[in-house]
């Protein structure tokens, strides 16, 4: 099950779901009192559970999450959501958990939420990014761990290849630090620009290139932007699943290289939470040696070419 949620919606938590009793009527009203007295008790008792004074299916004791997971993700990434289903699906069932994709597109309501605790975890963003998200807002936020790393590459419906750009070629790029720094680095690793001595390439800007060798002038873009920036430019680097949801042809990749790990997609919750029961089997469906496999050899068309195994450097 994927929920969308938008930026206005509050939701609960999983514990708000209540069961309806309908009582009926007919000729049998010695019945009501008693079972008017069943319900009484059985919410008095449910109520003792989500206090923590019990253990059920739906709770663990001293835990703030039920065992269903709600996992926040980037609402327009299929590639997430097919992830997060094959999760649920091959996974976690082994822990006895299931887990429910909440689809958000705010990214900082996305994180504020998880912080908050309303959802155990959210996979939307590397490290570089929550780094950003932590200085610039204080959110209380923890990676895990890496769990997959998006496909980043160079598109192009003018050129065949990255060598067939032009001298003074425009081309594209995120416009926030971390995405920027990530698409320079695809280039300085194609040897078509050199960074200066000492910068960190994960954190590399416009100013800190050493030699343009291909003269490339460089304009930036909103993310999501890249499909639709396609043909006013040479080329454009972006995540490979914002022009596959885009339906842009295969074609128009026209440099693919292996994204590295400082760019891994990593599993986020919020910091209180830590050392929650629940975390540790978080983790254990995360981190299971099946989902790197699955995720070098699925065909699923809404994860393959988006989402690759975390690499080892």
């Known amino acids: 099950m994927s929920t969308t949620h938008q ?20 000729s049998r009203g010695w019945l009501i009192p008693l079972i008017v007295g069943a319900v ?10 989500k206090l923590g004074g019990g253990d059920d299916e739906k709770a663990v004791q001293g835990s703030h999450f039920s065992n269903n997971f709600q996992i926040a993700y980037q ?37 504020q939420a998880t912080a908050d605790g309303e959802y155990i975890a959210n996979i939307y963003q590397h490290k570089h990014w929550l780094k950003q998200v932590i200085d610039a807002t204080g959110m209380e936020l923890t990676a895990l761990g890496p769990v997959f790393q998006w496909s980043y590459s160079m598109y192009s419906s003018k050129h065949d290849s990255i060598d067939d750009l032009p001298e003074g070629a425009e081309i594209a790029l995120l416009n926030d630090p971390a995405n920027t720094a990530q698409a320079l680095w695809i280039l300085e690793r194609a040897g078509k620009i050199t960074f200066q001595d000492g910068v960190d390439p994960w954190a590399a800007t416009e100013n800190d290139i050493e030699d343009n060798i291909g003269g490339y ?48 997609g ?48």
């Open 266 to 313: 990593q599993l986020v919750i919020g910091t209180e939470y830590v050392d929650d029961p629940q975390v540790e089997k978080l983790e254990e469906i995360f981190f299971d040696v099946r989902v790197q496999e699955y995720l070098a050899t699925n065909d699923d068309p809404n994860l393959s070419g988006q989402l690759a195994p975390v690499s080892a450097e």
């Open 40 to 49: 009484v008790i059985a919410v008095a008792a449910g109520l003792f559970l």
């Open 75 to 111: 609402a327009s990434s299929a590639s997430e959501l097919a992830f997060l289903e094959y999760l649920d699906r091959e996974i976690a069932p082994d822990h006895g958990i299931t887990i429910e994709p909440v689809g958000i597109e705010d990214g900082n309501q996305l994180d």
């Open 217 to 264: 002038e460089f304009t930036y873009m909103e993310y999501g932007a890249g499909p639709r920036t396609l043909d006013s430019v040479d080329a454009v680097i972006d995540y490979n699943m914002s022009f596959v949801d885009a339906g842009t042809p295969d074609e128009y990749r026209i440099y693919e290289p292996d994204a590295p790990r400082e760019f891994a």
């Open 7 to 26: 930026p206005d919606q509050q939701t609960g938590g999983p514990n708000d779901a209540r069961d309806t009793i309908v009582l009926g009527g007919g």
